[in-house]
Nanobody, 114 residues
Framework: QVQLVESGGGLVQAGGSLRLSCTAS????????MGWYRQAPGNKRELLAL???????NYADPVKGRFTISRDNDKNTVYLQMNSLKPEGTSVYYC????????WGQGTQVTVSS
């Protein structure tokens, strides 16, 4: 059974940085395009960043230039480096494949104070 475990969230002041990690078990991680998503209370879950199996990255406009997605296939892990965080970035952050192939993990809470 595939399991996604996100970590690295926390409380940070506006302008600060965090690095999120998502480790997958029970799957051949390297064959999947992976993404980071977030969902704030009352909002839909939104896609923030994607990284393909070949390492090509794409970002949603709200995070472009501030967030960086990367992956380590040997560790079955995808990362999200978040810089210049804004209060509107307060959300629960999740990872999954591009086509939402796996069950959602528990996510990791990111709170950005103003």
């Amino acid at each position: 059974q595939v399991q996604l475990v996100e970590s690295g969230g926390g409380l940070v002041q506006a302008g600060g940085s965090l690095r999120l990690s998502c480790t997958a078990s029970g799957t051949i991680f390297s064959i999947n395009d992976m993404g980071w998503y977030r969902q704030a209370p009352g909002n839909k879950r939104e896609l923030l960043a994607l990284i393909t199996t070949g390492g090509t990255t794409n970002y949603a406009d709200p995070v472009k230039g501030r967030f960086t997605i990367s992956r380590d296939n040997d560790k079955n892990t995808v990362y999200l480096q978040m810089n210049s965080l804004k209060p509107e970035g307060t959300s629960v952050y999740y990872c999954n494949t591009r086509n939402l192939r796996f069950p959602w993990g528990q996510g990791t809470q990111v709170t950005v104070s103003s």
